[in-house]
C-alpha cells in the first residue's frame, strides 16, 4: 500500500505534494476539521479528502486510519 501512495506522489508537482503531505498528516494526526472531506457512498469508514484534483482516499475507524489511496481526480478514482 505504501509503494502505491510513493508512486503517486512521485507523479505530482513538488507544490502538489507540498499540500497532499500536510494532508496525509492532519488525517494521521486525527486533526480533520479543516479539510474537505466526505464519505463514501455505499462504503463504512471510507471517505475522501480533496485538495483540487488530488484525492486522498482513507479508512478511519476510532482505533485506526489507513490511508488507502492519493490519486488524481478522473472517472475511475472511485471504483
Do not use: C, H, P, W
Not at 509503494?3 to 488525517?27: G, P, R, Y
Amino acid at each position: 500500500m505504501v509503494d502505491k501512495i510513493s508512486k503517486a506522489l512521485n507523479i505530482l508537482s513538488s507544490q502538489n505534494k507540498t499540500k497532499i503531505k500536510a494532508i496525509l498528516q492532519n488525517i494521521q494526526n486525527g486533526e480533520l476539521l479543516n479539510l474537505d472531506i466526505k464519505k463514501l457512498k455505499g462504503r463504512t469508514d471510507v471517505y475522501r479528502a480533496r485538495k483540487g484534483s488530488i484525492r486522498v482516499i482513507f479508512y478511519k475507524t476510532k482505533q485506526t486510519t489507513k490511508i488507502l489511496a492519493v490519486e488524481k481526480r478522473t472517472d475511475t478514482t472511485y471504483n
